[in-house]
């Protein structure tokens, strides 16, 4: 089972949700693994205070040019759909940092001028949070290509169990990499005309990935059903309200997670599992009819 929790935009909740869920199931005796996918700024760390054991850093290939090799033909160039490369009258420039490392530049270069460099673009931390299993991505400072990361965090996903996926927020290249594949799809948002935009957006985007979607609203209070009567529209189930409450700010902002902060959440949570194991069995029996 793969759930990843997402959100259209940051500070929503994303990270209480995930780190909460996964609490939730490894209290009550699930096999279930936490992967940070928000490489660019995990915190779900501060909230379960894992054990790290293991570090690895992550790679993407990246072309060297032979220099004695190349004709300066500019093939590469003119190939690269990242504006990567430049060539002059007499050098090859690489633009690293623009660099996705499809490969494309060493496959096509008529005179095998391009051979295989590396470039580190994080690490990757494993351990355990009790008895469940904790992995995170953190990208390398000046890098933007997060994807590859992503994709590497979520390699060390447990086969039996439950993996939660905190994903990074928004809508682009990273947040996609995180929600493709999943079973489900959790959608954080609060009830702000701003939440509910990029709500939308996000769940155009867990719906363009084939991945059936939930909603769990933050810092409910009273607003009009903004959020209710989008969901209403859309056919999306409403899975759970967290009260605006202060207790779970205060406790938010000191690295204690929902669970921790009042009693009930653990059952809260748990239920919040149960609905949407059946949303995955009514999906998947409704695409078998299919
Ligand atoms: S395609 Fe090969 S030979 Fe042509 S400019 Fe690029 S590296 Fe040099
Ligand atoms: S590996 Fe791909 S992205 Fe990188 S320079 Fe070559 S063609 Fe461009």
């Excluded at 929503?12 to 996918?37: E, I, N, P, W």
């Excluded at 570090?55 to 300066?72: G, Q």
Aim: aromatic letters at 4%; proline letters at 6%; charged letters at 20%.
């Amino acid at each position: 089972m793969i759930i990843a929790v997402a959100s259209g935009k940051g500070g929503t909740g994303k990270t209480t949700v995930a780190t909460g869920l996964m609490l939730a199931l490894r209290d009550s005796g699930h096999q279930v693994a936490y992967l940070d996918c928000d490489v660019e700024e995990p915190n779900g760390h501060i909230f379960l205070e894992p054990q790290c054991n293991e570090s690895e850093d992550i790679y993407i290939e990246v072309p060297e040019i032979e220099r004695d090799k190349c004709t300066l033909c500019g093939k590469c160039a003119e190939l690269c759909a990242f504006n990567a490369l430049l060539v002059t009258s007499a050098d090859v420039i690489i633009f690293h940092e623009l660099c996705h490392g499809c490969g494309g530049c060493r496959y096509f270069c008529p005179v095998q001028a391009v051979r295989p460099g590396q470039k580190k673009i994080g690490i990757i931390d494993r351990g355990t949070a009790g008895q469940a299993v904790f992995v995170r991505g953190e990208l390398e400072v000046g890098t933007v290509l997060s994807p590859p990361l992503v994709n590497a965090v979520k390699k060390n996903q447990i086969s039996r169990g439950v993996n939660v996926l905190d994903a990074p927020p928004g809508t682009s290249c990273p947040a996609v990499a995180t929600v493709r594949g999943a079973d489900f799809c959790i959608l954080v948002t609060e009830p702000t005309p701003f939440g509910l935009h990029d709500l939308s957006l996000a769940a155009q985007m867990a719906s363009s990935l084939g991945v059936p979607c939930g909603v769990v609203v933050n810092k409910a209070g009273d607003s009009r059903g903004l959020i209710e009567n989008f969901c209403l529209q859309e056919g999306l189930p409403l899975l759970m309200k967290i009260p605006l409450s202060r207790t779970i700010a205060e406790a938010g902002s000191r690295g204690v997670p929902l669970n921790r902060a009042e009693a009930g959440w653990d059952q809260m949570l748990l239920n919040l599992y149960s609905d949407i194991e059946g949303l995955i069995m009514s999906e998947r029996a409704y695409g078998n009819q299919r």
